[in-house]
C-alpha cells in the first residue's frame, strides 16, 4: 500500500511537471519562429535605429566626400530642371547636349578636372534602394534641384570583394550644393527625399565614363567587377536588372530601402 501511494505521488508530479514545461517549451519555440519569420522587420527596426541621414555639412561626410564652392551653377540647375526628364523610375544619361552647353559649364568642368576632357549628364527620378554600389577612378561630383539623398561607403570596407550593407551611410544633399563624391568611395543611384518632386542630379565625371564596355583579359576580380567604362560595380542579388545584365554580386547582407526612413525627415 505504502509503495503504491509512492507510486502515485511520483506520477502526479511527472504529470505536474509536463504541464508547466510544456508552455514553457512552447513559448521558447514560438518566439524562435517568431524570429524567422520577422527577420525583415527585425533588420528594417535595426537600420531605422542605426542608419541615420546626416548631412553633407556634417563632419562625417568629409571621409566621403566635399562641398565645393565658389562657382556660379544657376545656369546648370535651371538646364537640369525645365530640360531634363523626371521618370517614375531612374533615368542614366552619362552626357547630355544641352548641359554641356550652358555658359557655365566649360568653367566649372575645367576647374573640376584640371583640364582633363569631361561629361556633364544626369540621373532623374525615383528612388529609395540601394540596389548597388559603384566606383570610379575619378572622383563624381554631383548637384541637385531638389534635396536627395546618396547612400555611401568606402572602398576600405570591402573584404574578400564582398561589402556587407551594414557599412552603407546616407548622407542628404541640400538642393543647389555642389558635392564632390571621391574616388575611393563607393555610391549608386541617389535616393529622393520628397516623392512627389524626386530628384535630378547632375552627374559630372571624365568623358567616357559609363559610355559602354570594354574587354579585358578577365585575370581578377577588378575585371569581373567592370560593368561599364570606369565604373566597376557590386551589386546586391535583389538588383534584377543590373544581375540580369551580368553584373558581379558584392553586396551582402539585406538591400536598404530608406523609405520608412523619409517619411521622418
Known amino acids: 500500500m505504502f509503495n503504491k501511494k509512492i507510486l502515485s505521488l511520483f506520477l502526479i508530479s511527472i504529470l505536474t511537471l509536463q504541464v508547466f514545461a510544456a508552455p514553457h517549451r512552447s513559448w521558447v519555440d514560438d518566439d524562435s519562429t517568431d524570429e524567422e519569420s520577422s527577420e525583415d522587420d527585425r533588420w528594417n527596426w535595426r537600420n531605422n535605429s542605426k542608419l541615420v541621414i546626416k548631412s553633407v555639412y556634417d563632419k562625417e561626410f568629409k571621409e566621403y566626400g566635399r562641398i565645393v564652392e565658389g562657382y556660379s551653377v544657376k545656369e546648370i540647375l535651371k538646364t537640369l530642371r525645365k530640360d531634363t ?83 552603407v551611410k546616407a548622407f542628404r544633399v541640400p538642393k543647389g550644393v555642389l558635392v564632390e563624391v571621391y574616388a575611393s568611395t563607393l555610391h549608386y543611384a541617389p535616393c529622393h527625399v520628397d516623392p512627389s518632386k524626386g530628384f535630378k542630379v547632375l552627374v559630372a565625371l571624365p568623358k567616357g565614363t559609363n559610355v559602354g564596355t570594354t574587354a579585358t583579359a578577365n585575370r581578377n576580380l577588378d575585371d569581373r567587377k567592370l560593368f561599364a567604362t570606369n565604373k566597376w560595380l557590386f551589386a546586391h542579388k535583389d538588383a534584377t536588372s543590373e544581375v540580369e545584365n551580368g553584373a558581379y554580386i558584392g553586396i551582402t547582407g539585406k538591400n536598404i530601402d530608406i523609405a520608412n526612413l523619409i517619411k521622418k525627415h
Open 85 to 167: 526628364p523626371l521618370p517614375d523610375a531612374v533615368e542614366y544619361v552619362a552626357e547630355d547636349p544641352k548641359l554641356m552647353a550652358t555658359s557655365e559649364t566649360e568653367e566649372l568642368g575645367t576647374s573640376l578636372y584640371g583640364g582633363l576632357p569631361f561629361q556633364f549628364g544626369y540621373c532623374n527620378g525615383h528612388n529609395t534602394k540601394l540596389n548597388c554600389l559603384e566606383y570610379h577612378r575619378d572622383s563624381e561630383y554631383n548637384l541637385g534641384t531638389e534635396d536627395f539623398i546618396l547612400l555611401l561607403a568606402k572602398l576600405s570596407d570591402v573584404e574578400n570583394e564582398k561589402i556587407d550593407s551594414s557599412k
